[in-house]
Nanobody, 125 residues
Framework: QVQLAESGGRLVQAGDSLRLSCAAS????????MGWFRQAPGKEREFVAG????????LYADSVKGRFTVSRDNAKKTVYLQMNSLKPDDTAVYYC??????????????????WGQGTQVTVSS
């Protein structure tokens, strides 16, 4: 199993952009579909975006479509989440997660086996 570490979260204002990174260690990232999830206080963890291990497919939650972009650099063993036009509703702890090797991209948290510790994103109005 790979170990994951998110970074890049901070306090920003509404309308700002932010890029989160998820660095992997302990193994290759290239065979894992990767997902980004978030959890706001008092709410359940929700799927935000994901990218397949083939890099040919990506999925987005309706709430972030057109504003967020997920990408990956397998050589650097890093996955990114570019977040534009941020809103206060985007405030949450953001987690990256790795699915099973050669597994299908999924929006379900149960499909992911390795999780990072999370990074806080706070969007002020």
């Amino acid at each position: 199993q790979v170990q994951l570490a998110e970074s890049g979260g901070r306090l920003v204002q509404a309308g700002d952009s932010l890029r989160l990174s998820c660095a992997a260690s302990g193994g290759t990232l290239s065979t894992y579909s990767m997902g980004w999830f978030r959890q706001a206080p008092g709410k359940e963890r929700e799927f935000v975006a994901g990218i397949s291990w083939t890099i040919t497919s990506s999925l987005y939650a309706d709430s972030v479509k057109g504003r967020f972009t997920v990408s990956r650099d397998n050589a650097k063993k890093t996955v990114y989440l570019q977040m534009n036009s941020l809103k206060p509703d985007d405030t949450a702890v953001y987690y990256c997660a790795a699915g099973s090797s050669f597994g299908q991209l999924s929006t379900s948290a149960s499909a992911y086996r390795s999780w990072g510790q999370g990074t806080q994103v706070t969007v002020s109005s």
